[in-house]
């Protein structure tokens, strides 16, 4: 079988052309691109909790059912204009740079979150309180569409190739952390407010606190230079070359689409795991397997739960992401994959039983299986495209992918059950995910410890780049 592997023109590098990384500035760079992904995924974790509740704010009289499908719409149609954002900020941080477009993404995300806490309900302004929702979700969606992609690449393009798969593992180490603090926060609040008072003005204040932690990011983004990778690219680019640049991207994207489909299929089995269990598993548990058999466990239990596993994910994506330095990003990307195709019925079977520890069985089992992809996928995505293409690249392949199959995970599966009266629908999603991510892996030629396609070798140390040298030389 041929595997995809980059081509470009062999090149006698040099000591003097590595670039050696100062360790500071690169832990500067790993924060400022995970503060990102911990707010928008704060965002995520609040909205997935407070479901029921925002159920009874915003579409009050539609009825169990045609509420819960509504409301998930609303967390997905965020996605639908993700491509978008991704066409417009991933292009253009490959002509203005990384960090410009990460301090807009950033301010866009978090005043959309601030914004949906601002929302009058529905008793007191109507259809417009959804409508306005609405909004605000899509500026979270466009805004996001330009925030994961440049900040992998933002981590990617500063980190030493031997490090970079632990390094990269630090951005989903945000995203977990996001999740976690707002899932604590929407329990807390919960816990400590009675039912009116959490629907009258309780469940805004986790929304609130988006604008502080957007406020934090901006600052430490607007600190950092652009990577050293973007800064070489534009030393050696000439005037033509800039004004001619967004029709040559347009035409490079195009003759790479083997690594545009690679991309894609590598996104949607990481993230329809990721939404399964994020967004999709805390209403599956707590309604969906009790209204219809009787199992499952009660709202907090869920929650508890939830926020269990996800704690132990996040102890363990560095871990895991140290682990790809030393054996590759693609055995632990296979371990997962075939995790969802073997375990996913069983795992949704522990999910549905009344036992408690059942229940967390079956949610670290996909929890696992899902950060064999988080610890590895920040440094395997942006190793795909070129650096003057990597911002548009992956933006575009990556966003399309989690618009169209991840992001409407929970609104198509709930879909697809409340048809079918079928409880297995979301095991046979996870499969189908499984097969997918199956087939990109035959193709994904392993990135460990390579440098990035079109950039120069990257080390830690002045005497780590001599061994780089002599490695590339004997290539």
């Known amino acids: 079988m041929t595997v995809l592997a980059p081509r470009e023109r062999q090149k006698q590098w040099s000591v003097d052309d590595v670039v050696v990384s100062d360790p500071s500035v690169v832990r500067r760079a790993i924060g400022a691109a995970a503060i990102g992904n911990l707010t928008e995924w704060y965002d995520f974790g609040v909205y997935a909790y407070f479901e029921p509740t925002i159920k009874e704010v915003f579409f009050q009289g539609l009825g169990n059912t045609a509420g819960t499908i509504a409301t998930f719409g609303l967390?997905?149609?965020?996605?639908?204009?993700?491509?978008?954002?991704?066409?417009?900020?991933?292009?253009?941080?490959?002509?203005?740079?990384?960090?410009?477009?990460?301090?807009?993404?950033?301010?866009?995300?978090?005043?959309?979150?601030?914004?949906?806490?601002?929302?009058?309900?529905?008793?007191?302004?109507?259809?417009?309180?959804?409508?306005?929702?609405?909004?605000a979700r899509l500026i979270q969606g466009f805004s996001t569409g330009g925030e994961?992609?440049?900040?992998?690449?933002?981590?990617?393009?500063?980190?030493?190739?031997?490090?970079?798969?632990?390094?990269?593992?630090?951005?989903?180490?945000?995203t977990?952390?996001?999740?976690?603090?707002?899932?604590?926060?929407?329990?807390?609040?919960?816990?400590?407010?009675?039912?009116?008072?959490?629907?009258?003005?309780?469940?805004?204040?986790?929304?609130?606190?988006?604008?502080p932690l957007g406020i934090i990011g901006v600052y430490l983004r607007?600190?950092?230079?652009?990577?050293?990778?973007?800064?070489?690219?534009e030393r050696d680019s000439e005037e033509k070359d800039r004004a001619n640049r967004a029709s040559g991207e347009v035409r490079t994207l195009?003759?790479?689409?083997?690594?545009?489909?690679?991309c894609m299929?590598?996104?949607?089995?990481?993230?329809?795991?990721?939404?399964?269990?994020?967004?999709?598993?805390?209403?599956?548990?707590?309604?969906?397997?009790?209204?219809?058999?009787?199992?499952?466990?009660?709202?907090?239990?869920?929650?508890?739960?939830?926020?269990?596993?996800?704690?132990?994910?996040?102890?363990?994506?560095?871990?895991?992401?140290?682990?790809?330095?030393?054996?590759?990003?693609?055995?632990?990307?296979?371990?997962?994959?075939?995790?969802?195709?073997?375990?996913?019925?069983?795992?949704?079977?522990?999910v549905r039983s009344h036992s408690a520890f059942a229940v967390f069985l079956g949610l670290a089992v996909m929890g696992f299986a899902l950060i064999c992809f988080s610890a590895t996928g920040p440094s395997t995505l942006p190793s795909l495209f070129p650096t003057r293409v990597r911002g548009a690249g992956l933006s575009v392949a990556f966003n399309v992918a989690i618009s169209l199959f991840c992001g409407t995970v929970s609104v198509v599966v709930g879909?697809?059950?409340?048809?079918?009266?079928?409880?297995?629908?979301?095991?046979?999603?996870?499969?189908?995910?499984?097969?997918?991510g199956a087939v990109s892996l035959v193709f994904l030629q392993e990135p460990n410890g390579r440098r990035?396609?079109?950039?120069?070798p990257a080390a830690a140390s002045a005497e780590e780049a001599h061994e780089v040298i002599a490695e590339e030389a004997a290539a």
Not at 222 to 233: E, G, I, N, Y
Not at 418 to 435: C, H, N
């Open 75 to 135: 967390f997905a149609v965020a996605f639908l204009v993700r491509p978008f954002g991704g066409l417009f900020f991933g292009p253009l941080a490959d002509r203005i740079g990384r960090n410009k477009v990460l301090a807009t993404t950033m301010i866009l995300m978090a005043l959309g979150t601030f914004v949906i806490g601002c929302i009058p309900d529905k008793n007191t302004i109507g259809l417009w309180a959804p409508a306005l929702l609405l909004v």
């Open 148 to 174: 994961y992609g440049n900040a992998m690449t933002f981590i990617a393009e500063y980190a030493p190739d031997r490090k970079r798969g632990f390094l990269g593992s630090w951005l989903e180490f945000g």
């Open 176 to 211: 977990f952390t996001g999740y976690l603090f707002g899932a604590l926060t929407v329990t807390v609040v919960t816990a400590q407010m009675s039912t009116a008072q959490l629907q009258s003005w309780g469940w805004r204040l986790p929304f609130f606190v988006a604008l």
């Open 222 to 233: 607007t600190r950092l230079a652009d990577t050293p990778a973007f800064q070489q690219m």
């Open 254 to 262: 195009a003759r790479l689409w083997p690594f545009l489909l690679v």
């Open 265 to 350: 299929g590598l996104v949607i089995v990481w993230n329809v795991t990721n939404y399964m269990l994020t967004s999709y598993m805390p209403t599956y548990v707590t309604t969906t397997v009790p209204d219809a058999t009787g199992g499952g466990v009660s709202a907090s239990t869920s929650q508890w739960l939830q926020i269990a596993v996800m704690a132990i994910a996040l102890l363990l994506i560095p871990l895991l992401g140290m682990l790809s330095d030393r054996i590759g990003r693609k055995p632990l990307m296979w371990t997962g994959t075939v995790m969802l195709i073997v375990l996913a019925l069983p795992m949704v079977l522990l």
């Open 415 to 436: 879909a697809l059950v409340s048809a079918t009266g079928d409880l297995d629908w979301p095991a046979y999603y996870l499969m189908g995910a499984g097969v997918v």
């Open 452 to 456: 990035m396609w079109g950039s120069a």
